[in-house]
Each structure stands twice: as C-alpha cells, then as structure tokens.
C-alpha cells in the first residue's frame, strides 16, 4: 500500500472506532478531556508506524490496544505522582505495589467492557445541558463523529480556533462542573434525551439546508447525523422519539440526490425528479416511524415530522401529496411543540390544500412574531403565495427580502431569481 493509501485506512478506521476508544477510556480515566488526549496518542502511535509496517489485520483494535498502554502509561504517571507526593521519599510498602500492579493489570479488562453503555454514556456526556449548543454540536462531533477540528470548522464555517476555544472550554466545563459519566435515570433521562436529539437534529439539519457558504447542502453532516442517530436507536431501543428522529432524518436524507442541480442549484420539493429519491431510505425512515408509533400511543415532535415527511415520501407525484392529512398532523404538531415556524409551515401545506389565499392569510396573521423577523423563509413563503395570486409587484419585494436575510450564497440567487422572474412578468 501507498503511504496515501495508509493515509486513507487510518482515517477511515479513526472516524469509526475513535468513539468506542474515547468512550471506554472515558469510562475509566473519569475526564473525557484525558480520553481524547490518550486516544490521540494512539492514532499518533498509527501514524508513525503503519506507513512503514503497513496496516494490521485488525486495524480498530490495534488502536484500542495502543490506547490501553496509554492508558496504563497514564496511571503510572499518576501513581508516580502521588507517591511522590505523598511519600516524600519514603519507600512504598509492597502491599500498596502489589494492589497498583493489580489495577493495571485489570484495566485490560475493563476497557472492553460494555463499549455499547459507554458510547451512550458519551453521547450524553458530549451534549450535556451544561454546555452551549454550539459547544455541544462541535464535541459530539469531534468525539463520536471522529472529525478533526478543521472539518468541524469548515462544517460551520467559523474560524478553526473557534471552533478549537470551543471544544477545548466545553471539557474544561465538563471537568470543573464534574458531569458523571453516566446514563441519566427517571425523568431526567427524558430531558436529557432531548438534548442528545436537539444536538443531532442541527448538525443533520446544517448537513440538509446550509444557512450559510457557497453550497446548499453539506452530505458530510447528514451522514454524521445519521450515524449518530442510528448508534443511539441500538442504544436506547425503547425510546419512540429516538426512532421518530431518526425516521425523519431518513427520509428527509432520501431526496439528497433530487435536492441539487448539475451545478449545485437548489431543486425544490416540487421540481425534484422523484425516480432520485433514495428508496432504501425511505424504506428505513418508514420503517423507523412505525416502530415510534407503536412504543408510544401519542406521537411526539421528531415522529410528527417524519409522518409529514413520509407523506411526501409515500407520493410518486407531487399532486399525489396528501395536504389535508399533512395540515392536521402540523396542527397537531403545533400543540406538541408550539413555534412559529411550525405555524408558517402548516400555512404552506393549508395553502396547498385550500389555496394560497387562504395560507397567505394564516402568514400575514404571524408576520410580527419576534422570533421570525430575520427568518428568511417568511417572506420567501410569502412571496411564493403572492406570486401565486399574481401579485407579482408584492411578491419580487419578499423574494429580494428574503434574499437580503440568507447566507447561502445558492439560496440567495434561487430567491433573486424569483424575483427577477416577478419582473419580467411585469414588463410583458
């Protein structure tokens, strides 16, 4: 093999066993700051050595044994340490020798104990309340999506050092706050859930609609996000809204290869060539939604939204799309998770069954909700319905007021060009 092609394997192995590494080390050293430091050391140790010994048979657990001598060089260090501090040069009895010698000989065993409880625990250490979301999307991500600092920052489009500064306060966070790694117990279990789903829904919704930069999608992230929500339905089988998030993102992750042009224009829902749609995804995203539906009578946010995505998923042509079925799942979304936006996307599917005077009237009825006054898509929205009713001066200034407000650079010219299509209508 090429030093390009060992190049290649050790990211490829990293990116999938570095959570399982982290995560045991975590369990053990108590400081999930120390665990990615020993478990850089390993891929450090990979990268000095594979180019010239080339690749092991088993590359995963080449490193996590790596990572346990690591780990063992640390609790001597430690113990060293502390002997030499508390000692001050007196000898060390032999029953104290005798009991370190037995505890390093037992932590082979123990890190490779329950790598399952240990990565959910991570999870959950990772997007723990204590730390903003954005501290929390970029350590998920480092620690159990395996991305460098670097691909996290070109991800987001911020600074690498910000995103470094980030990663680096939200374990010195984790360490001061002392946060247990654990699985939460009783109702705060629910919370916290929702906290791990909240942190995979926006990476996998910045993968899917890019607020910013030059592409309209990043498939890198919706890949995380996937991965991250299928580990956590092995992890927690009985959760239903788990399954409802990872049912949307599916099926949402399913129109990927429809959503863009030949020159990575955005297609939208209804220009999109259906045979492009994934249909093992859907399969799966389907599939996942009914096991939502079955562990819990009452369908919470996560399930709501995949019901309305599988609506769109379950119509070969658009005009198939059941929109009455779709507006009273958002009207009973809206009582679940009451949000404006939920409200401006129930105005859209009212405006496709009932006509887009009837959903422009629900717009303008939440125009002057605080939380949407730089929300590009509201006057995106309401330029389409204006447009629709032929009101094409009214709809050419929302389409350039929603260009002013994003910043994708290919949304802003799909929106400029509404716009410009409003114009030309106009001087016929």
Known sequence: ???????RVIDAVWRMESPK??????????????????????????????????????????????AKHRAIDYFRRSQ????????????????????????????????????????????????????????????TLRLLGGLTTDEIARAFLVPEPTIAQRIVRAKRTLAEKRVPFEVPRGDELTSRISSVLAVIYLIFNEGYSATAGDNWMRPALCEDALRLGRTLAELTPREPEVHGLVALMEIQASRSRARTGPSGEPVLLFDQNRAHWDQLLIHRGLAALERAEKLNGTRGAYALQAAIAACHARAVMPEDTDWSRIVSLYTELGAVSPSPIVDLN??????????PAAGLALINSITSDPALKS???LPAVRGDMLFKLERFGEAAEEFQRAASLTRNTRERELLLSRAAECERVITR
């Open 1 to 7: 093999m090429t030093s390009n092609d060992i190049q």
């Open 21 to 66: 590494i982290i995560a045991a080390l975590t369990r053990i050293v108590c400081d999930v700051g120390v665990a990615e430091d020993l478990a850089q050391d390993a891929l450090v140790s990979a990268l000095e050595q594979w180019p010239g010994e080339g690749a092991p048979a088993n590359p995963g657990a080449w490193l996590m044994t790596a």
């Open 80 to 139: 060293l340490l502390d002997r030499k501090h508390e000692e001050l040069g007196r000898e060390v009895q032999a029953g104290e020798i005798f009991a370190n010698k037995l505890q390093l000989e037992t932590l082979d065993a123990m890190l490779d104990e329950n790598i399952g409880d240990d990565l959910l625990r991570l999870l959950f250490i990772a997007c723990h309340p204590v730390l903003s979301m954005e501290a929390r999307a970029a350590l």
């Open 346 to 355: 129930r105005a859209v599917a009212v405006s496709m069954a009932s006509g």
């Open 375 to 377: 929300y590009h898509l």
